[in-house]
């Protein structure tokens, strides 16, 4: 009785652990938004490309040794590897800096938002998740909240919005994401998780090296500037292109594809209060009512028993 009573203790801690560690992957992803922005005159694959030899640099010392130890297991698994790479490396944050240059940030956070229920719909489909109907009415209310945050109260205009390529982008980048996040609860567990990243950067730097030479030679001189530009690669290159994806690896381990990226839904909520706090953006109480449907929706999805397998 003791030992079943510790255990559950420690299942527990660890749920609890994996729910902070997607709070600090919202928070990390928002400051990852704030900053693109910041960055916006730079050429899209160049920042994502000089945010992924940053991060590589970061993950040499760090996972170079287990990446080594483990080799035949990323060779024997090599084509969820590539597909994680692919799809959560290259091209997720590639594919959201590209379509920031076509469209408003507003589309952007609409379609961003989509994340966690395409990924309920992948999971359903292919890793046979199943999620009771409460948890299918929490997915859809911390919808409702995130769309409702990100165009003012005002969701019945959604359709009226001016969709453009750059949405078709973003649309890109949600599929991109939500396949990682199913691709690593099926196949994350057979590398070390230092040299996992190490490994998928490394190819990512490869995918995107003809991709951003091409890119030089249409754009020409890029305006890198010392100062600001660095510091803002800099934060890219650690926090979301290393502490959040080895953060977001953990929590869905633990919590499963479906439940930790409902996490997602409060990125609208933490890039608008980033906003406001850095960049002196006012705050509606339409936006405050939806920040509250999108914390309420994911709690609901949370509480409820874990999803069942077929």
């Known amino acids: 009785m003791v030992r079943a009573t510790s255990l559950r ?3 527990g801690s660890t749920v609890m652990q994996a729910y902070l560690l997607c709070v600090l992957v919202v928070i990390f992803y928002a400051g990852n938004i704030l900053t693109g922005k910041a960055l916006n005159d730079l050429p899209p694959i160049t920042i994502a490309f000089t945010r992924l030899v940053i991060a590589f640099v970061v993950l040499l010392p760090i996972g170079s040794r287990s990446a080594w130890l483990e080799r035949r297991s990323f060779i024997e698994h090599g ?12 091209f997720f944050t590639t594919f959201i800096y ?23 719909v992948l999971s359903f489909f292919v890793l046979r998740e199943r999620l009771r109907p409460i948890q299918w009415i929490g997915v859809a209310v911390s919808l409702i909240g995130a769309v409702s945050v ?7 205009a959604l359709g009226s919005v001016n969709w453009n390529k750059g949405d078709a982008i973003m649309a890109a980048a949600v599929l991109c994401w939500a396949v990682y996040s199913i691709t690593v609860r099926q196949h994350m567990r057979h590398f070390p998780e230092f040299g996992a990243l190490i490994v998928m950067t490394g190819l990512s730097i490869l995918i995107l090296c003809p991709l951003v030479v091409v890119e030089w030679l249409v754009v020409g001189e890029i305006p890198l500037e010392a100062g600001p530009h660095w510091w803002g ?11 959040a994806l080895a953060f977001y690896n953990r929590a869905v381990a633990t919590l499963g ?54």
């Open 98 to 120: 590209a379509a920031l240059q076509f469209t408003s940030a507003t589309n952007v956070s609409v379609l961003e938002a989509v994340i966690p229920a395409v990924t309920v």
């Open 79 to 90: 084509r969820a590897l590539l597909l994680m790479t692919a799809t959560g490396v290259a």
């Open 9 to 11: 203790v420690s299942s």
């Open 233 to 243: 690669l800099l934060y890219l290159g650690v926090f979301p292109s290393v502490v």
């Open 150 to 156: 990100v165009m003012n109260g005002n969701v019945l």
């Open 257 to 310: 594809a479906s439940q930790a990226s409902t996490f997602l839904n409060f990125l609208p909520v933490a890039t608008m209060l980033g906003a406001a706090a850095f960049l002196d953006e006012k705050i509606s109480a339409a936006q405050i009512i939806g920040a509250a449907l999108v914390m309420a929706g994911v709690l609901v999805t949370l509480r409820a028993p874990r999803h069942l397998r077929s």
